[in-house]
Structure formats: structure tokens, C-alpha cells
């Protein structure tokens, strides 16, 4: 199953990709010039530079249409301020519960939801589409809600939602 992209995005990303985005179309320029300098060589197959150049400037070309299809597409995440339910934007604060053959401590940790262009699982950052994301979504504090497989469950009640 393919899944269809995530266009949701705080502000401050859609601006970091815009502003990687003018870097680019900075350095399409150079790449292209290059391209044409080492086209008047001629002889494109036995040219390597110029097949290595062509593959850079290809390589920018792609990754502007990239950004650009991602930023026409973009939905910026708007912060709701009403914590009573959980939604895309908010930092959830959970309690975890190991499976019950696990003697572990229950540990807290909280976990900001936001879309899958920003997921980052060393900073807690979860997309809104992961298993956790999607579970939370729309639960209150109070509220659990389990993840995992029959060997391994974890269960999340939530503590708090910011």
C-alpha cells in the first residue's frame, strides 16, 4: 500500500524549505553553466565530466520540483489552543505502561505530534500518521490507548496535553 505524502507542517518547516529551496535555484545557475561549458567538448558518451555535471544539475532540478510539489501542497499546522482532546500540533505527555510481563517501571515522556516531514523520534517529534500518532489522536487526558503486538504491548495513558 502506498502512502499518500503528509502535506501537514509547522510554519517554521514550510520556511526552511522554502529557504532551501532558494538555495537551490541559486545553485541550478552554476550547474547549468557547467553543463554548458563542458558541452562544447562535444562527444557527450566519451565525455565524463560533462555526464557527471549533467547528473548534478539533474540531480538539483529534481530535488526544486521536489520542494516546490511539497511546498504548493503544504498545510501548515495551525496550534489549537483547546487542550481538551489531542490533535496535530500538540506535545502529549504519557505515562507508559510495559506489557505485564514486563517488570519495568512505567516511565513518562512526551511526545510532540506533528506531520511526517518533521518526524524525528531522537527529539520525540512522532508523525500523526505513526501507530502512536494515530492513536492518540482525539483521546483526552485521562484516556489510554495500547500499541503493540500479542508478545508486546505498551499501553499510554495520557497525563497532559500541551
Not at 541559486?26 to 547549468?32: G, T, V
Not at 505515562?95 to 505530534?113: D, G, R, V, Y
Amino acid at each position: 500500500m502506498i502512502q499518500k505524502p503528509d502535506p501537514a507542517m509547522t510554519k517554521a518547516k514550510f520556511e526552511e524549505l522554502q529557504n532551501k529551496l532558494r538555495q537551490l535555484l541559486l545553485n541550478r545557475h552554476p550547474a547549468a553553466a557547467e553543463v554548458a561549458r563542458l558541452a562544447e567538448f562535444g562527444d557527450f558518451s566519451e565525455n565524463v565530466e560533462y555526464q557527471l555535471a549533467k547528473g548534478r544539475l539533474r540531480g538539483i532540478n529534481n530535488k526544486i520540483l521536489e520542494i516546490e510539489n511539497t511546498l504548493k501542497n503544504a498545510e501548515i499546522i495551525k496550534l489549537n489552543h483547546n487542550n481538551s482532546t489531542v490533535q496535530i500540533g500538540h506535545a502529549v505527555t504519557v505515562e507508559i505502561n510495559n506489557s505485564p510481563s514486563n517488570s519495568a517501571p512505567n516511565q513518562l515522556k512526551t511526545f510532540s505530534i506533528l506531520g511526517s516531514a518533521e518526524t524525528d523520534p531522537n527529539k520525540n517529534i512522532i508523525s500523526q500518521n505513526s501507530p502512536l500518532g494515530r492513536a492518540l489522536l482525539g483521546k483526552k487526558v485521562g484516556e489510554k490507548v495500547k500499541i503493540g503486538s500479542k508478545e508486546k504491548v505498551k499501553e499510554y495513558k495520557i497525563i497532559e496535553i500541551k
